[in-house]
């Protein structure tokens, strides 16, 4: 029987020194962010039942979940992503408290991933759960966030994504086909498979709806996509959507990020979750999306509880490597180490402590030979020997 004690699970790393101070440092520059904002942090257990995710609006696939059982014979998950813990949440113990809630988090999740070799299983994401408001001006100030946190990770070199679900939908809801075939033209107009998409809607009927179905996953770019979906398709739901998302363009390039900001109408995530504004979120240096969310206000009500809500999350690890890449930094800064004479250890450790209470950071020798404590020291690069005998010196 091979024996794994020497490796870590798939998708799934040690980070070491350098590694945890970067990503210490990016977590505390995301909470900053958010704690300005005047959102509070929640933490959800990292275990959940597996039904709080197989509600209609998010269901998990049971493959793509790391499982086991309680003791009492129940389905247990790992929490695969906090949007949804927190909902349950908001729907049982804040059910009374006032609204808008301003909910922000910096928690793990855990996904099987079966589609691509490198990427983690486990993920550090930090968050924001804007509850109880569909004004216009909640899905501002979570874009307003979201840019200011991308910025704060790479500072001018960022981009973001917007799109509206609404669209897709009202589309969807021009043809006559089963939830299932739905979901199939969601799935390929995402993921950009030009072909699969059109060979499905060629087999439904050639009209105003399945060409615009057929383009849409070529409609991103700037102002100019709201003339091209017009042309495409027109009524007055999908008008509605496209004059409501170029308003909102033409806001979030006043909030700095005009050149920064594009459109994306083929970004249709999970239709059944999502009901309003979607957004994405890159940084130089990273080729996927370090940053999504957008608007769910009927995600909740499957809870019990009927408020809407809007988000985001941000992947830290993504961040944190590329920080890795292009910034230098420290693992640890000790300012001096302290060696012990035989019979003076305890004179030490007093030494050290007072110096630690005076804001010095140091180290205590693990040697009885100061010429070892002078290699270590220079191994490790601290500047300072303090020797404890009788007196106290600093060599």
């Not at 996904?111 to 486990?122: A, E, I, K, L």
């Not at 398709?233 to 363009?249: G, M, W």
Request: net charge negative; proline share 3%.
């Amino acid at each position: 029987m091979k024996n794994y004690d020497l490796i870590t699970p798939e998708g799934t790393n040690d980070l070491l020194f350098k590694e945890c101070v970067m990503r210490k440092n990016v977590e505390r520059t995301i909470s900053e962010q958010f704690y300005s904002r005047g959102y509070s942090e929640i933490i959800t257990p990292g275990l959940e039942f597996f039904d709080v995710f197989n509600l209609r609006s998010r269901h998990f696939p049971q493959e793509d979940l790391y499982k086991l059982v309680d003791r009492k014979g129940r389905l247990l998950v790992l929490r695969p992503e906090s949007t949804m813990p927190i909902a349950r949440v908001v729907a049982t113990r804040l059910k009374e408290a006032t609204l808008p809630l301003r909910l922000c988090y910096n928690q793990c999740a855990y996904n099987v991933s079966t589609q691509m070799r490198g990427r983690s299983d486990q993920v550090v994401q930090a968050g924001i759960e804007l509850i109880g408001s569909s004004e216009k001006i909640a899905d501002l100030e979570v874009i307003e966030t979201a840019a200011a946190v991308l910025d704060k990770c790479s500072p001018g070199n960022f981009s973001l994504e917007i799109g509206d679900i609404g669209f897709f939908n009202e589309l969807m809801n021009q043809l006559d086909v089963d939830d299932n075939m739905k979901e199939t033209i969601r799935n390929f107009i995402e993921t950009k498979n030009y072909p699969a998409l059109n060979d499905i809607l060629d087999n439904i009927g050639k009209n105003n709806v399945t060409k615009a179905l057929k383009m849409l996953p070529r409609l991103f770019g700037g102002e100019e996509v709201f003339e091209k979906a017009s042309k495409l398709f027109s009524d007055e739901n999908t008008d509605a959507v496209l004059l409501k998302l170029k308003e909102l363009f033409h806001e979030v390039e006043k909030l700095g990020c005009k050149g920064k900001i594009t459109v994306d109408l083929g970004m249709v995530n999970k239709n059944d979750y999502y009901t309003g504004v979607i957004l994405k979120g890159y940084i130089e240096g990273y080729g996927e999306p370090v940053l999504s969310g957008g608007r769910y206000d009927k995600l909740i009500a499957e809870f019990g509880y009927d408020v809407p809500a809007t988000g985001f999350a941000v992947n830290v690890d993504a961040v944190t490597k590329v920080k890795l890449k292009n910034e230098k930094i420290a693992a640890r800064s000790v300012e001096a180490i302290v060696f012990a004479e035989k019979g003076y250890e305890m004179k030490a450790i007093l030494t050290a402590k007072q110096m630690r209470e005076e804001g010095r950071t140091v180290e205590m020798a693990a040697f009885s030979d100061l010429e070892k404590v002078k290699k270590y020291a220079a191994d490790v690069k601290i500047e300072k020997i303090i020797v404890v005998n009788e007196n106290v010196t600093e060599l």
